[in-house]
Structure formats: structure tokens, C-alpha cells
């Protein structure tokens, strides 16, 4: 076969490619290639500790004089969860901002990274009353030195419910930040810790515990990893 009868065949084969492609992409839309959001959360089945986590914040969030209830003791609105990686920590919280906005709470979900902002994001349904932010931003923290005269933001009153995710990440000067910010707010919010300490290199634990714990004790929970049929089969061959 010659040159030229080459080229004629290339030609050839780049139309039959463009008509193609032509006909696959003409009847779709491009909006259709966009993420979209979920409009409500499916099902779950969840464990016991998860459940309990739940009913714990269901029943904490709508407290109708909390403000006075609390007004001295307010660490007692804290809730600590830990678990282990795949526990279903982030879960199980997600599922109850949900249900606490749709009871006409305002959520603020407060995370230490973009990435987890996103990951929220993109498992929330769109929700006003929801707020997902990295820390930083929603306590406007900008800088260490802002650890002695910061100001948090008015909006933080408008919060009936705070989820922190991921506290094991914060480093000392952030998390006293934060917590200082908490305890001023004149409403008294229901606050959720949530982290596995064991998951990163500690970075400031003891702290943070002693921080949130103080004299007064505080809920905590300890979610399990869920075991699979097929991992049920596994632990039981090995044993």
C-alpha cells in the first residue's frame, strides 16, 4: 500500500471516529457530567454505639432551657466519640445533623481540613440550617498569635449543635481557640467531639482531653468497627 493510500485510509478512520463521538456526545448534557448532591440520606443499619451516639444527640440538641439549664455547668453539653478507622464516627454524625436540622436546629460542622469540608459536603443534602467549614475559617483563626486576642465570630450564637470532626488533628493553640470561643457562647450548645486518637501521632491528647474534660465529667462514647459477613467468616476460621 502506498502513501498516499495510507493517508486516505487515516482520513477515513478519523471521520468514522469524529461521527462517533459526534453522535455520543450530542444528546448529552453537560449539567449531567456536574456532581450532584443527595436530596436525603439513604437507610442505615446501624450498631448499637452508633445508636446510642444518635439518641444521645437527638435528645441533647432539643433541650428547651438549655441556657438555664447549663448556664453553670456547661461542659456538661459536651459529647466525646472515639473509635477506630471505618467505626462510622463521621457517619453517624452526618445522619445526626441531618435529622437535628430538619427538627429546625442550626448545625455547624467544623473540621480541621478542606478535604474533609469537602468530604461532607458531597454526602450532605443541601440544607440551609447545615453550615461545613474547616475550623479556621468558622472561628476565623488566622494566625498563632491570635490565641490571646481573638474574637470568635457573632454568627457562632446562632448554633444549637457543633460537631467537631477529626480533633486529634488540632494542634494546642487552635484547640484552646476553639474551646475558649465554645464556652463564652452566651446559648449553650450542644458540642460534639469526635476523633480517634489512636489514628495519627498524638499531638497534643493528654491536652486536649484535660482541656475538654476539666471537673466535670463528659459523655463518651466508643464506637466499634462494624464486622461484615465476610469478616465474621474470617474471624471465625481464624479462631
Same mark, same amino acid.
Given at each position: ?9 487515516a482520513?477515513?478512520g478519523?471521520?468514522k471516529l469524529?461521527?462517533i463521538?459526534? @453522535?455520543? @456526545?450530542?444528546?448529552?448534557d453537560?449539567n ?6 443527595? @436530596? ?10 452508633q445508636a ?6 437527638r ?19 459536651f459529647v466525646?466519640?472515639?473509635g477506630?478507622p ?7 454524625v ?10 429546625g ?5 467544623g473540621?480541621p481540613?478542606g478535604?474533609?469540608?469537602s468530604?461532607?459536603?458531597?454526602r450532605?443534602?443541601?440544607?440551609e ?5 474547616t475550623?479556621?475559617?468558622?472561628? +476565623?483563626i488566622?494566625r498563632?498569635?491570635d490565641?490571646h486576642?481573638?474574637n470568635?465570630p457573632?454568627?457562632l ?15 494546642n493553640v487552635?484547640?484552646r481557640?476553639?474551646l475558649?470561643?465554645?464556652l463564652?457562647?452566651p +446559648?449553650k ?8 486518637l489512636? +489514628? ?8 486536649q ?10 459523655s463518651?462514647t466508643h464506637?466499634r468497627?462494624?464486622?461484615t459477613?465476610?469478616h ?8
Open positions: 500500500m502506498c502513501i498516499r493510500d495510507r493517508l486516505l485510509d482520513a477515513a478519523r471521520l469524529d461521527a463521538l459526534h @453522535t455520543m @456526545t450530542s444528546s448529552l453537560i449531567e457530567w456536574a456532581l450532584r448532591r443527595p @436530596t436525603a440520606l439513604p437507610t442505615r443499619d446501624w450498631s448499637e454505639e446510642a451516639v444518635l439518641e444521645y444527640i435528645m441533647g440538641v432539643h433541650v428547651s432551657d438549655a441556657n438555664v439549664a447549663y448556664s453553670h455547668d456547661v461542659k456538661s453539653r466525646y466519640i472515639n477506630e471505618g467505626s462510622g464516627k463521621s457517619e453517624a452526618t445522619y445526626a445533623a441531618v435529622e437535628a436540622a430538619s427538627k436546629a442550626n448545625v455547624l460542622i473540621c481540613t478535604v474533609l469540608v468530604s461532607y459536603r458531597d450532605l443534602p443541601c440544607n440550617r447545615i453550615t461545613v467549614e475550623i479556621h475559617s468558622a472561628w +476565623q488566622a498563632k498569635a490565641a486576642t481573638h470568635p457573632s454568627r450564637r446562632r448554633y444549637e449543635l457543633i460537631i467537631l470532626d477529626e480533633v486529634s488533628q488540632l494542634d487552635v484547640f481557640i476553639l475558649k470561643a465554645i463564652e457562647l +446559648q450548645p450542644l458540642v460534639v467531639f469526635v476523633g480517634d489512636c +489514628q495519627f501521632q498524638p499531638v497534643i491528647v493528654r491536652k482531653t484535660a482541656l475538654i474534660h476539666g471537673p466535670v465529667p463528659v463518651y464506637l468497627a462494624h464486622e459477613s465476610l465474621l467468616v474470617c474471624r471465625l476460621l481464624l479462631e
